[in-house]
């Protein structure tokens, strides 16, 4: 499949099966200290399915920002379904 990250008015298709993307998003929101940046990239990864970065996105749960929350909860839950049909 297919997700998008947004920039201002630019649209970047992202295929799920590229593990560079993954991987270079689990690093900058690591690395981050925006909240916007971090949400948005939360938000991608949960449409991505890629089940790595549960660990990471999981250490967000209690972060300051409300969205960031928000979007923890949500991109959890996507993976986390994703996971279970895996099986």
Do not use: Y
Request: proline share 3%; with cysteine; net charge negative.
């Amino acid at each position: 499949g297919t997700s998008c990250l947004m920039d201002r008015n630019l649209l970047f298709p992202i295929e799920s099966n590229d593990t560079r993307v993954v991987d270079a998003l689990l690093e900058i929101l690591q690395l981050t200290g925006s909240p916007t940046i971090r949400h948005s990239i939360i938000k991608v990864l949960g449409t991505l399915g890629d089940k790595r970065a549960i660990p990471i996105i999981r250490t967000f749960e209690t972060d300051d920002d409300h969205h960031v929350r928000e979007w923890t909860t949500i991109a959890l839950e996507q993976l986390e379904s994703t996971a279970d049909n895996d099986k």
